[in-house]
């Protein structure tokens, strides 16, 4: 009788289909590849989260006035950036300053170069002070040099942001605006500057500047505060030459644009007629002319 091919398979299924005996214990074992748990680790302390979360506000900041910035100039709209103030001054900058979208490519090295000769004009009035203050300190002559010093701490307090906004900001105002007025006014002022470079290196007395007249008579009370007067000279000195080719270029420049002095005339009358000030100033002197006509011929 033949054999049935399915009953080794039923038995052989039958067998592997047994279940354990009761009371016996089957032992699963689990697989190679399974991770092993997460170590337990301790919350950080109250200091450490309060300071991961300042830092991470101070980032959101950052990152808000960034994107709201970046909203302003896309929009058309600049924050303000001129002048150049620490975020604790009281006084905020008034107007927008950006020489690669607002000068000329040709222009830009120029205008990079009078923020060197500005910037090393303040370095040396800084020096010039300490030259001073330390001829008060060793010369017999106090009535001198305390007047040098005090000449000096107006240059100081004068010239530091004067120069800033009367012969920096005009040639790039004329750069930005092609403005003929612009130029006139830094080539009038950026002569006088330099002249006045000249003046401070010889150091004529009572003027503010330790130069070389000063170093001779602060000498013989002291060879070593005579010494910084002599650099100090010789400091007052490098600016002249660069000052001199800036007023050379510029007005290459101001003559090749086309620009005269009547254009100048006209910008000047032009704004002081948009002036509200110099509108109300002109109203009133034409009320009270009109008011002292009428009076003397009623009278």
């Not at 052989?12 to 032992?27: D, L, N």
């Not at 006035?65 to 103030?85: C, D, T």
């Not at 800084?126 to 040098?148: E, P």
Request: positive net charge; proline residues 7%.
């Amino acid at each position: 009788m033949a054999s049935n091919p399915f009953d080794e398979e039923s038995g052989r299924a039958g067998s592997e289909g047994k279940r354990p005996a009761k009371g016996k214990s089957v032992t699963l074992s689990s697989p190679n590849n399974w991770d092993d748990p997460p170590k337990y680790e301790p919350p950080s302390s109250t200091s450490q989260r309060s300071a991961k979360e300042e830092e991470l506000a101070k980032r959101e900041a950052a990152l808000r006035e960034r994107e709201q910035n970046i909203a302003k100039v896309e929009g058309g709209v600049h924050p303000n950036n001129f002048p150049p103030l620490p975020p604790c001054c009281p006084i905020k900058p008034c107007c927008y300053v950006s020489l690669t979208e607002q000068i000329p490519p040709s222009e830009q090295w120029k205008m990079k170069l009078l923020i060197a000769v500005l910037i090393y004009y303040w370095v040396v009035l800084i020096y010039n002070f300490i030259c001073t203050v330390a001829g008060l300190v060793v010369s017999t002559d106090t009535a001198t040099y305390g007047t040098t010093m005090g000449v000096c701490i107006a240059y100081l307090l004068l010239f530091l942001p004067c120069s800033l906004f009367c012969w920096w900001y005009p040639a790039y105002y004329a750069y930005k605006n092609n403005s003929s007025l612009g130029y006139l006014w830094f080539f009038l002022v950026m002569s006088v500057q330099t002249i006045g470079f000249a003046i401070n290196a010889l150091g004529l007395p009572n003027l503010g500047a330790a130069g070389f007249i000063n170093s001779v008579i602060v000498f013989n009370a002291s060879k070593p505060v005579g010494a910084m007067f002599i650099i100090c000279g010789l400091l007052w000195i490098v600016p002249i030459p660069f000052s001199a080719i800036l007023i050379f270029l510029v007005h290459r420049y101001y003559r090749s644009s086309g620009k005269s002095i009547n254009e100048a005339t006209q910008e000047a009358m032009t704004g002081a007629a948009s002036n509200k000030y110099v509108r109300q100033a002109a109203v009133g002197a034409a009320k009270e002319g009109i008011k002292a006509s009428v009076t003397g011929a009623t009278s």
